[in-house]
């Protein structure tokens, strides 16, 4: 069973950077198109970004283009999320998330994410 654990968040000022990490366990991460999502309080949950299985293809939210960029090394089963620019509305608990019925088509659809991690909770301070 394959389970996902995100870490990396915290507290930062506006301008700042967080990286995030998201670790696998369980050997088939590297065919699961991974995303991030994130959800803010009394918000709907919202897509950040996503790859697919070796990296070649990406997708980002037009709220966050530009800023962050979304990464994986699947020798060490991880996915990442470096945020650079940070402002206070990307206040939210962050979520990776595995779309295990795919490998090469990146998709910002959440009804296709099928696995989920606990979430990692990012405040950015004016």
């Known amino acids: 069973q394959v389970q996902l654990v995100e870490s990396g968040g915290g507290l930062v000022q506006a301008g700042g950077s967080l990286r995030l990490s998201c670790t696998a366990s369980?050997?088939?991460?590297?065919?699961?198109?991974m995303g991030w999502y994130r959800q803010a309080p009394g918000k709907e949950r919202e897509f950040v970004a996503s790859i697919n299985w070796n990296g070649g293809s990406t997708s980002y939210g037009d709220s966050v283009k530009g800023r962050f960029t979304i990464s994986r090394d699947n020798a060490k089963n991880t996915l990442y999320l470096q945020m650079n620019s940070l402002k206070p509305e990307d206040t939210a608990v962050y979520y990776c998330?595995?779309?295990?019925?795919?490998?090469?088509?990146?998709?910002?659809?959440?009804?296709?994410?099928?696995?989920w991690g606990q979430g990692t909770q990012v405040t950015v301070s004016s």
């Open positions: 998330a595995a779309d295990r019925n795919h490998a090469v088509r990146v998709t910002t659809a959440t009804h296709e994410y099928d696995l």
């Open positions: 369980g050997r088939t991460f590297s065919v699961y198109v």
